[in-house]
């Protein structure tokens, strides 16, 4: 029988939270679980913080929460999904004082636990990450090496891609699991029509011989932002586009956007808006303090980000041109802003508002499978757009 290692680690984040518990039982209102190939994910919605205490017991493997003071309202989650950890879980109360939680487990993790304060979309929560000791994960070594190399050489004036190897393009769809992004006035979540539009780009590009597609999101789960630009770097990304279609105020506000990297202050008070936005993510999302960003790159991320800004804006530009083919556009130049995603030093990043789902008739679009379509095929042909004039000219003159 193969031996489940349980490793257990709890940040106090939000200090003083064991003494802001007051003597009055916390309501545990809802329970969500959500599952990516880092492991799987336990959010309690309780309506005050509470004391908690995480441990493990063996045979079978499983993990212990103990909630103190508090009453169970919830529903349990199901566990099922192709990227779950967890076997079962149960609930009962342990004792006068305390409500427990046992997770049973498939295979070894890290136990991580922290309670978020309320956010925009949420009230206090307490989370329980458990995390693969080996993430599923088709990251190859081969990539990440060269991806290695490519750091430590010195910037290039286009992309080079060597013979017989592929284009790599990061496809992001943004938000996901606790961060649904915008919502539209029916209820359309901004991460669902994402992630449908991204796979539809992904598959696009999968088609062509010389190119190939990986996700940063596969599914209904949160990456935090610094994680996301990692990914791309770890899948060895010769180019990152993050996809989105935000909210504003103003309902009659309509048409797509693509934005660039910039340093400088964000070029309309939309960008800025929506970059302020965008960043704020993470809180939603429920990033815990274990996971920020460690930058690795130093100086020479310094010298190759003037080179990476400037393809941004170009790569930015053949999709923006493509854009304007296929529907209305906000902006008809690039925008500039400091979103968080667009931080790579040496990958050319760019992201997209598609629509506005803050706009009724856009909504409406977003949800259909013909307007997806539309846009996931501007998209693709302003990626093949750039390639052809950079990468693959390059692959041609060899
Ligand atoms: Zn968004």
Redesign the pocket.
Known sequence: MKRIKIIISICLLLSGHLFAVSSQAADIKAMRSWHSPEGSRLVFDVDKPVAYKVFTLANPARVVVDIKNSRFLAKIPSPKSEFSVIRYIRTGQYDKSTYRVVIEINESVKANAFQLAPNSKYGQRLVVDLNRLKPKSNVQTAAKQEQRAKLSSAPKKTLAIPYKRKLIVAVDA??GGEDP??LGKNGTR?KDV?LAIAKKVASRINRHPQMQAVMIRKGDYYVGLGKRTRLARDYGADLFISI???AVKRRSVKGSSVYALSDKRATSEIAKW?AA??NA?DLAGGVSIADKDDDVAGVIMDLMMDNTKHESILFAKDILHEMMQVGPVLHTSIERASFAVLKSPDIPSVLI?TAFISNPQEEKNLKSKKFQNRIADAIYSGINRYAQRTAFKTLANN
């Open positions: 943004g938000h992004g915008a901004e994402v989105h279609a935000d929506l936005k965008e993510s508002e």
